[in-house]
C-alpha cells in the first residue's frame, strides 16, 4: 500500500506543533527528529523534516506529497501547489517597519527608499499593486538589525510579538499580509495517496474541533433552561438531566474556548451554579 509523504519543517518554530499535531490525530511517530525521514507504524505516511523555504518546491515535485509550513512561504516561493487548509498555529504578520524617530507620512514614504527583506516577491507585488517604487534589498537573516548597519531605511519582515523591532528601535507602520501555518499539497496528487489525505484531513478537523471547544456542566434552576439553552446551543442542543433535588437540572453543553468568558457573566444571571469546564479529546460533527 502506498503512503502519503508529509513533509514538516526540521527544527524551527513550527517542528514541535506540526508533530504535536499529527500525533494527536493518532499518528505514531517514533522519536528524535534528527532524521531526514521517518515512518508512523499505525498510519500509512512518511515524514520528511526538511527547511521550510523548500517544502513548496518539494511539494510541486512530488518529493513530498503534501506539507506543513508558513503559508507566507507559499506566498513567496509561488510554486505549483495547492493550499488546503490551515491547521490552527504559526499566527503572524507580515510589515514594513522603520526606524522608530523617523516620522512615518503613509504609504508613500516608502516611495524611493530602500527596503531589506528575506520575502522580496510578496514586497515587490505589494509595491507594484501600490504604486511605490522601492529598492528591495533581498538579506537572508537579521533583517531587523538592516537600518542600524545603514543597509536600508526600513524592513520588511515577520512580526508575532512586536519585541524584535522593539529592540531594534523600530516601528511597524504598515502589516501587508496575515499568515500562519498551512497544510498544501501537490496538485497532482494519485487518487490513493488523496484518499490518505481525506483521512489525515478529517483527524486534523477533530482535533481542531476539540481544541476550539470545551464540554460545559452546569446546574440551573429549572425555569432557567430555555434562556440557558439558547446561550449554549451546543452540536445539536445541549443535554438537560434532572438533578436529585427537585426543580434544578443539570445542563451539558460544548462551548467555543473563545465565548466562555463572554458568556459567563450571563449564566450566573440566569442562576447557573457548579460550572465545570471540561477539556474535549477529540470532537467529530
Ligand atoms: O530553518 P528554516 O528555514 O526551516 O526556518 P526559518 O528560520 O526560516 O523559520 P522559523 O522557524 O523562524 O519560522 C517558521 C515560520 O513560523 C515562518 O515562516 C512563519 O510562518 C512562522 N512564524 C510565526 C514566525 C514568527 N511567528 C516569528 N515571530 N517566523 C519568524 N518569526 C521571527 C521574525 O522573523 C522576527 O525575527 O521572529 C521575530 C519577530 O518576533 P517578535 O515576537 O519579536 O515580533
Ligand atoms: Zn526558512
Known amino acids: 500500500m502506498s503512503k502519503l509523504k508529509i513533509a514538516i519543517q526540521k527544527s524551527g518554530r513550527l517542528s514541535e506543533k506540526s508533530l504535536s499535531l499529527l500525533r494527536e490525530c493518532g499518528i505514531k511517530i517514533p522519536n528524535g527528529n534528527q532524521k531526514l525521514m521517518t515512518v508512523s507504524s499505525n498510519f500509512p505516511i512518511e515524514i520528511l523534516f526538511l527547511r521550510d523555504d523548500d517544502i513548496p518546491q518539494y511539494v510541486e515535485q512530488n518529493v513530498a506529497d503534501i506539507g506543513i509550513l508558513g503559508e507566507n512561504e507559499v506566498w513567496e516561493k509561488n510554486r505549483k501547489v495547492e493550499t488546503v487548509r490551515k491547521v490552527g498555529f504559526g499566527n503572524c504578520r507580515l510589515s514594513l517597519a522603520i526606524p522608530k524617530d523617523e516620522s512615518y507620512t503613509g504609504i508613500s514614504y516608502f516611495n524611493n527608499k530602500k527596503i531589506a527583506t528575506t520575502y522580496p516577491k510578496i514586497l515587490n507585488d505589494f509595491c507594484r499593486k501600490n504604486g511605490l517604487n522601492v529598492e528591495i534589498e533581498e538579506i537572508s537573516g537579521s533583517v531587523e538589525i538592516a537600518p542600524g548597519i545603514g543597509l536600508a531605511n526600513g524592513i520588511f519582515d515577520i512580526v508575532s510579538t512586536g519585541s524584535t523591532l522593539l529592540m531594534n528601535g523600530l516601528k511597524e507602520v504598515e502589516t501587508i499580509a496575515y499568515s500562519e501555518a498551512v497544510l498544501i499539497k501537490s496538485p497532482d496528487l494519485p487518487e490513493e495517496k488523496q484518499q490518505i489525505l481525506d483521512q489525515l484531513l478529517f483527524r486534523i478537523q477533530s482535533v481542531i474541533y476539540s481544541r476550539e471547544n470545551k464540554y460545559i456542566l452546569l446546574n440551573a434552576p429549572n ?21 436529585a433535588e427537585e426543580g434544578w437540572s443539570s445542563i451539558h453543553s460544548v462551548i467555543k474556548e473563545d465565548d466562555f468568558w463572554s458568556k459567563i457573566d450571563q449564566l450566573k444571571t440566569l442562576g447557573a451554579q457548579g460550572i465545570l469546564v471540561i477539556p474535549i479529546e477529540k470532537m467529530i460533527i
Open 223 to 243: 425555569e432557567a433552561i430555555k434562556q440557558i439553552t439558547a446561550l449554549l446551543p451546543g452540536m445539536r442542543s445541549p443535554t438537560v438531566l434532572p438533578l
